[in-house]
Antibody, heavy 117, light 107 residues
Framework: EVKLLESGGGLVQPGGSMRLSCAASGFTFTDFYMNWIRQPAGKAPEWLGFIRNKANGYTTEYNPSVKGRFTISRDNTQNMLYLQMNTLRAEDTATYYC????????WGQGTLVTVSS | DIQMTQSPASLSASLEEIVTITCQASQDIGNWLAWYQQKPGKSPQLLIHSATSLADGIPSRFSGSRSGTQYSLKISRLQVEDTGIYYCLQRYSNPWTFGGGTKLELK
């Protein structure tokens, strides 16, 4: 059974940093592109970026809206996905999901990040 | 960025009714279109990928179609468990973009 479990969310002050983690299980992690997607309360989701699979060299792509502030990485020995977020703003407040997208898509349950003083 | 204009924003329908939700892409996206359903407090679940292909485990009353740059999700006989918010997602180009969502309720 595919499982994606996010952690690391919480309250952070504007200008601060936070690292989210996603533990993956139930599938061959290195075969899949992995994504981060966020969703502010009551709004549509926003795709943040992905990190490619082993066959494509684990390279990354980012939404220009977060490029330069957010960094996606993965630890393939631990089946972990990460999102490093810097210089956080109030508008970054959202539930953050890690996700496989495409055929066989699966999203985690999400972790809430609140940026507020 | 490619804009995905989803309509209607909300919809109230009766049991067994046929429901159609559409997404209009601002430019060609081929078949790089998926449909998701989201229940309150839950993460989105894939219904349709590649514009017309039913995801594993999804009931056959759900179907997707494409006409040019307009994409549609059809529920052939609405059931109670089909209430929720529906989103389209284009993966043709960066940034991937979602439609604004359609809230489907039972009348």
């Amino acid at each position: 059974e595919v499982k994606l479990l996010e952690s690391g969310g919480g309250l952070v002050q504007p200008g601060g940093s936070m690292r989210l983690s996603c533990a993956a299980s139930g599938f061959t992690f290195t075969d899949f592109y992995m994504n981060w997607i966020r969703q502010p309360a009551g709004k549509a989701p926003e795709w943040l970026g992905f990190i490619r699979n082993k066959a494509n060299g684990y390279t990354t792509e980012y939404n220009p809206s977060v490029k330069g502030r957010f960094t996606i990485s993965r630890d393939n020995t631990q089946n972990m996905l990460y999102l490093q977020m810097n210089t956080l703003r109030a508008e970054d407040t959202a539930t953050y999901y890690c996700a496989r997208v495409g055929i066989g898509a699966y999203w985690g349950q999400g972790t809430l990040v609140t940026v507020s003083s | 960025d490619i804009q995905m204009t989803q309509s209607p924003a909300s919809l109230s329908a009766s049991l067994e009714e046929i429901v159609t939700i559409t997404c209009q892409a601002s430019q060609d996206i081929g078949n790089w279109l998926a449909w998701y359903q989201q229940k309150p407090g839950k993460s989105p679940q894939l219904l349709i990928h590649s514009a017309t292909s039913l995801a594993d485990g999804i009931p056959s009353r759900f179907s997707g179609s494409r006409s040019g740059t307009q994409y549609s999700l059809k529920i052939s006989r609405l059931q109670v468990e089909d209430t929720g918010i529906y989103y389209c997602l284009q993966r043709y180009s960066n940034p991937w973009t979602f439609g604004g969502g359609t809230k489907l309720e039972l009348k």
